[in-house]
């Protein structure tokens, strides 16, 4: 079975600067699909940015990228130039690429907070 | 375009009653998927439809079902409630079934209090 691993349950940054989380996981599958996604106060989960695991080329979208890493399971998010709209829980997910499994493995997300 | 709903927003329940969370797709989504949050377990899948059909099931008793309706709205039901199934349940929708190109779209949640 899948597992993903957020192990810092919290982080925080200052506004404007750079920060990077942390996620890793394990599998036995060569094609999948990773994603952040973002959970403010509202609850509302919003996917941040997704990435293919047979892709070697980082994604990016906007303020925020990712450091996949497929040989050492790592799929970090850094979001630049921080904002105080940012300060949510970050999930990390991962999905099989196999077309029968559709359901996301989530971390257990972290807590980020933005000092103005 | 209206966003993926989830009604009620709040319910609290007494222990060994039932419970119906409603859940309304972005229009033209087909795949409506559930997912149970808590502090302990974190985000657990539960199910997911797609025409009207339980594609994938997750690690949940018999006690937690689903159905999904013509016009892709879906409810979950969950009898015989326990202390335990307190949490924050998500419906998230999708074009098709949920992947790379038709990822999830997730509504606010419905918050279940079992007392």
């Known amino acids: 079975a899948q597992t993903v691993t957020q192990s810092q349950p919290e982080m925080s940054v200052q506004e404007a600067e750079t920060v990077t989380l942390s996620c890793t996981y394990d599998?036995?599958?060569?094609?999948?699909?990773l994603f952040w996604y973002k959970q403010p106060p509202s609850r509302q989960m919003i996917l941040v940015i997704r990435?293919?695991?047979?892709?070697?080329q980082n994604a990016t979208e906007n303020r925020f990228s990712v450091n996949f890493q497929k040989a050492a399971k790592s799929f970090s998010l850094k979001i630049s130039d921080s904002q105080l709209g940012d300060a949510a829980m970050y999930f990390c997910?991962?999905?099989?690429?196999?077309?029968?499994?559709?359901?996301?493995?989530f971390g257990k997300g972290i807590t980020l907070s933005v000092r103005p | 375009k209206a966003g993926v709903t989830q009604t009620p927003r709040y319910l609290i329940k007494t222990r060994g009653q039932q419970v119906t969370l409603s859940c309304s797709p972005i229009?033209?989504?087909?795949?409506v998927s559930w997912y149970q949050q808590t502090p302990g377990q974190g985000l657990q899948f539960l199910f997911e439809?797609?025409?009207?059909?339980?594609?994938n099931k997750g690690n949940f008793p018999g006690r937690f079902s689903g159905r999904q309706f013509s016009n892709s709205r879906s409810e979950m039901n969950v009898s015989t409630l326990e202390l335990g199934d307190s949490a924050l349940y998500l419906c998230?929708?999708?074009?098709?079934?949920?992947?790379?190109?038709?990822?999830?779209?997730f509504g606010n949640g419905t918050r279940l209090t079992v007392t």
């Open positions: 998230a929708s999708s074009l098709m079934v949920s992947s790379y190109n038709s990822p999830l779209h």
């Open positions: 599998t036995s599958e060569s094609d999948y699909y």
């Open positions: 990435q293919e695991a047979y892709k070697q």
């Open positions: 997910a991962y999905r099989s690429a196999a077309g029968a499994n559709s359901k996301l493995t």
């Open positions: 229009s033209g989504h087909r795949s």
């Open positions: 439809y797609f025409s009207e059909t339980q594609r």
